[in-house]
């Protein structure tokens, strides 16, 4: 909701998904300007050039215990389920949610890595989610000076970090990366 509001009131145009993936993300974030009756330019990123594809193809995959979960009207307007018996077999992944059409529309992947160059266009907000857990500190600054550089006056950054990590006492004999 404090994404909607801001992308309302601060007229939000260019999104940035990075990483994307599988362009779950991306496909979110257009959904979203769809909802809330805005038009915005989804734009996803991701140094895997076998994910680019996949979310380039419009039909990704979702766990299943987030696919079980997917609301009724996102189900009815804007994805179609792909049945068991006909989904493709993915090297990464195997596909059960095919997007729209209209909603493939608002968006555009390209294959980038943020660690080895700047942003070179501007975004009004930058979507990274599940990017800083994998770095290391020396990769968090680059990351961050480079995401930064893509970045208008006034832009949105979210930084999430979605998935807890089990604290190393029910991980025996695995660090703790992150606190």
């Known amino acids: 909701q404090y994404v909607q509001s801001r992308i309302k009131d601060n007229g939000i145009s260019r999104i940035l998904s990075l990483p994307c993936s599988n362009g779950e993300e991306a496909y979110t974030l257009a959904i979203l300007g769809l909802e809330s009756d805005i038009y915005m330019e989804v734009v996803g990123m991701d140094v895997n050039p076998q994910l680019i594809e996949i979310a380039f193809g419009g039909k ?3 766990p299943t215990p987030r696919f079980k979960n997917i609301n009724p009207w996102i189900e009815a307007g804007y994805v ?6 006909t989904r493709e077999q993915k090297e990464l992944s195997t596909a059960n949610i095919e997007i729209a059409q209209f909603v493939m529309d608002r968006c555009e992947f390209f294959n980038f890595d943020v660690l080895e160059k700047h942003l070179e266009d501007k975004f009004d907000a930058i979507y990274c989610l599940n990017l800083f857990v994998y770095l ?3 990769g968090k600054e680059t990351a961050l000076k480079n995401i930064v550089s893509g970045m208008n006056s006034g832009s949105l950054l979210i930084v999430d970090q979605p998935y807890w990590v089990l604290p190393s006492i029910s991980r025996p004999g695995l660090p703790r990366y992150n606190g």
């Open 60 to 62: 990704i995959y979702i």
């Open 80 to 85: 179609r389920t792909i049945p068991k018996t």
């Open 136 to 138: 290391t500190d020396l």
